[in-house]
């Protein structure tokens, strides 16, 4: 059984997140870290060993709430559409809670192949997957969206969500977008994301 954290702990985190949050894994310091946490460098070397160790327990956090985004299509009183709005809006909701996270599992995963296979060993992925498969297909043969694959929709709404976060420097830097214009453009794909897939889909409201 797992260990609860110690509030002490629990502070060190949040701590450390804001600081990976401003300056990246490379750039934070285990000082910057203590001074951020209000605490001294032997103190939090006491319940960490270094920077990589917090940034894996952040970054298992982050991935398991990125699994659990996933539990919305498994919700049986929506319909397609209403669970992939919700998707969409959590998905979003979380990559912007902590925006290097795409970009810090694509960059270590191609230099450690079994990064992903490790983080996700202890996830029902097969359940899920097939979960999502049956309503895709249910949907299918009612009529309510086009023949697609599912790995097409997971790929085309994930890309639609992710994207623009990672590319957010370059787009802000080229149309000179302040950080708070930028939230709000962001906040508005809530909304225009599910809007594209759902008309790629061809997408039907079922009929009551």
């Known amino acids: 059984m797992k260990q609860a954290l110690s509030d002490t702990e629990i502070r060190i985190i949040a701590a450390a997140e804001r600081i990976f949050l401003l300056k990246g894994l490379d750039g934070a310091r285990m000082q910057d870290i203590a001074d951020e946490a209000s605490i001294n460098k032997a103190m939090l070397h006491y319940y960490f060993r270094n920077k990589q160790q917090l940034f894996d327990i952040i970054l298992d956090d982050k991935i398991s709430k990125v699994f659990d985004v996933f539990q919305v299509w498994a919700q049986p009183h929506l319909n397609f559409e209403q669970k992939l709005r919700k998707f969409v809006e959590e998905e979003i909701n979380l990559i912007k809670s902590f925006p290097i996270l795409p970009l810090f599992i694509m ?102």
């Open 107 to 208: 960059l270590e995963a191609r230099k450690n192949p079994d990064l992903i296979p490790t983080k996700l060993k202890n996830f029902p992925i097969q359940d899920v997957k097939a979960t999502f498969q049956n309503i895709i297909q249910t949907d299918i043969d009612k009529g309510n969206i086009r023949p697609v694959k599912m790995e097409e929709i997971i790929l085309n709404t994930m890309s639609l969500c992710v994207y623009p976060i990672i590319a957010a420097p370059l787009f802000q830097y080229t149309f000179k977008v302040d950080n708070s214009a930028y939230l709000d453009y962001l906040e508005a794909r809530k909304q225009l994301v599910p809007d594209m897939i759902l008309r790629d889909l061809n997408y039907k409201t079922p009929q009551n």
